[in-house]
């Protein structure tokens, strides 16, 4: 399954959800961020830096994939795009970014309609109204919410499944169980529209 994260705009949760999503289905990370942190929050070998131009020479399907790409210009986009079985669009609910995402979704949809849009940061309200934008604007793609969290802000230093973080203890279960309850949503939606 091959799954990429994509936004043109920076900074809304694309490397944290590829990174909340690899923990917790052990995926494998593609990256074209060559400072990012994120390869020491997995296992060696389990994220690959890829230099400007590069792209692993095959793509095996039968594998969990995860690529996290910044910067809509990357002209490797549009072929990672054509392959993708999900495309995870992260968004917040701010005027700007919201022109952005609607922007993202119509390129997007040019070569997938296999499209998932997730509302990060969502406060109370934001879910419904972003949803009402994207359906009336760009199309009646599904749209989840991923609430701001300090287990994920954490997430670079203390990598750990969420799911994990709910067994350790009742308290944990308690503290954390929006959590899990909104990042099980997201992969079981990626996994739902990938296999459509
Ligand atoms: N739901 C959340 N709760 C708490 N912190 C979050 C959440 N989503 C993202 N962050 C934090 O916000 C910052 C930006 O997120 P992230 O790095 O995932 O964005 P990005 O889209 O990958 O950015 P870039 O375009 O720079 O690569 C990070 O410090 C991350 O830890
Ligand atoms: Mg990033």
Redo the contacts with the bound molecule.
């Keep these: 399954m091959i799954s990429v994260?994509l936004?043109a705009?920076?900074?809304?949760?694309?490397?944290?959800?590829a990174l909340v999503a690899a923990l917790e289905t052990g995926a494998g990370i593609f990256t074209n961020?060559l400072f990012?942190p994120i390869d020491k929050a997995l296992p060696p070998g389990r994220c690959v830096k890829l230099k400007p131009g590069q792209m692993p020479k095959t793509l095996d399907r039968k594998r969990k994939i995860i690529f996290?790409f910044?910067?809509y210009a990357d002209r490797r986009m549009i072929g990672l795009m054509k392959v993708a079985d999900v495309v995870v669009i992260?968004t917040v609910n701010a005027f700007a970014d919201l022109q952005v995402t609607i922007r993202t979704i119509r390129q997007v949809a040019q070569h997938t309609s296999k499209i998932l849009v997730v509302v990060?940061?969502a406060k109370p309200g934001d879910l419904d109204k972003v949803r009402a934008i994207i359906h009336e604007m760009a199309g009646k793609y599904p749209v989840l919410e991923?609430?701001?969290?300090?287990a994920?802000?954490r997430?670079?230093k203390h990598p750990k499944p969420v799911s994990a973080l709910v067994a350790e203890s009742p308290l944990n279960a308690y503290v954390y169980g929006d959590l899990h309850r909104q990042v099980t949503a997201i992969i079981t939606a990626m996994s739902a529209i990938a296999t459509s």
């Design positions: 994260m936004s705009k920076g900074g809304v949760g694309k490397t944290t959800l961020d990012s996290d910044g910067g992260p990060n940061r991923l609430k701001t969290s300090k994920l802000a997430l670079y």
